[in-house]
């Protein structure tokens, strides 16, 4: 009778896990919309939840848990990440998976305007990728993978990238380095072609003389996005970035600058993925956003600039220095943050606080075209200071 009650309870202990197995649904999403994002956790600020980073449409997602309105997403063994449900869609390929997937070769190679690292995978699986520094580098991470790489092509056509080379950091997760030449990273972009993972990857302009390169300014809001107010005046963010905004596009104008991008030059609605899709087509050499502030406490005040890869701090640092020339207080030079148009790989980009609308002394500078005018020459001025520094 004793053999049989610990018999039964084997058999009850093993049907119990076997429900709750079984009750865990495991089922397969692929990525689509516009600019999908994977995320840390379920964290949220006025801006969302930290990023891990945009990747490509149609990756396949293994999706183990529903959370309000994002997905738990299956990484590798030891890793998850969240995505919101609206960027997945049902996978319509056979509902058999395989146990792993493995990488292929490398080649690397250039043509007239970009470097390229191909990364051969036999499937589209998810990735993240950073910058570093000191020396420049972009690391990717595959998850879910194995390696079974055994040629690293590098083609002498490479005029950016120096070295590029993989580990199999754990068991499913191989992690790729590429070596850069420069010190400023200026940009890359990561997409599925056909059975390639591919990284391209811009190069330091020939000359780096501010008249010759393509400059992005981005007025932040605008139409049906009003932003914030002013707390005497009741000055409109909106409007007053424009006027910023044109009023660094003249600068720069007058400086002998020709290629000037315009997000918007009247009072209209853009949405910011829109205009981080519509900039990383027209590919700018670097991309201004400029914004004012708000706060709750009237007290705080002053400039600010933005950014999340550290391989684009240097920009907002010498702009930040040059700003502080106008006797605005310093709120900072504050990094990874999660404003979208920082969160583009593509090209160095700054986001500029310029001042706070809810501080009345702030305010009652801002809506002054002489300001404006000033702000411009800072701007410009912070801008050539980068370059020089490269130089």
């Not at 738990?72 to 319509?92: F, G, N, R």
């Not at 705080?300 to 605005?328: C, D, N, Q, W």
């Not at 404003?339 to 500029?352: M, Q, R």
């Amino acid at each position: 009778m004793k053999y049989l009650f610990i018999t039964i309870c084997i058999f009850t202990s093993i049907n119990v896990i076997a429900q709750s197995d079984s009750s865990n649904s495991v089922y397969y999403g692929r990525t689509t919309g516009k600019l999908p994002a994977l995320s840390y956790g379920m964290g949220e600020d006025r801006l969302g939840g930290a990023k891990m980073g945009y990747i490509d449409s149609n990756v396949l997602l293994k999706i183990v848990d529903s959370v309000k309105d994002m997905y738990t997403v299956q990484l590798s063994k030891y890793h998850t990440a969240l995505i919101e449900k609206a960027y997945v869609k049902p996978d319509s390929s056979s509902p058999i998976k395989k146990p792993y997937h493995l990488t292929g070769s490398f080649i690397s190679k250039g043509d007239s305007l970009f470097d390229y690292v191909n990364i051969y995978l036999d499937e589209k699986l998810p990735y993240k990728s950073w910058m570093e520094i000191s020396p420049s580098k972009i690391m990717i991470e595959l998850y879910g993978v194995q390696s079974n790489t055994n040629w690293v092509t590098q083609l002498s056509s490479l005029k950016e990238v120096k070295n590029v080379y993989y580990n199999q950091v754990e068991d499913d997760i191989v992690r790729v380095t590429i070596e850069l030449k420069h010190t400023q990273h200026w940009g890359y972009s990561i997409a599925y072609t056909e059975k390639f993972l591919s990284v391209r990857i811009k190069r330091q302009p020939t000359k780096l003389d501010i008249r010759q390169m393509t400059i992005a300014i981005d007025a932040g809001h605008g139409g049906s996005n009003g932003g914030t107010s002013g707390i005497k005046l009741k000055a409109s963010e909106k409007q007053q970035t424009l006027l910023f905004a044109k009023a660094l596009e003249k600068s720069l104008k007058k400086l002998g600058v020709k290629n000037i991008i315009m997000t918007r030059q009247t009072d209209t609605t853009f949405d910011n993925k829109d205009r981080i899709l519509w900039l990383q087509q027209q590919n700018p050499d670097f991309e201004i956003s400029l914004h004012l502030n708000s706060s709750s406490k009237e007290t705080i005040k002053g400039v600010s600039t933005y950014y999340k890869h550290i391989g684009f701090r240097p920009l907002t640092a010498t702009i930040l220095k040059r700003m502080l020339e106008l006797k605005l207080e310093e709120f900072g030079n504050i990094g990874h943050f999660n404003f979208a148009l920082n969160a583009p790989t593509d090209f160095p980009n700054c986001l500029v606080e310029i001042a706070f609308l809810s501080n009345p002394e702030d305010e009652k500078r801002i809506v002054k075209p002489i300001f404006h005018t000033q702000v411009a020459s800072k701007i410009q001025l912070g801008i050539i200071d980068w370059l020089n520094a490269m130089k």
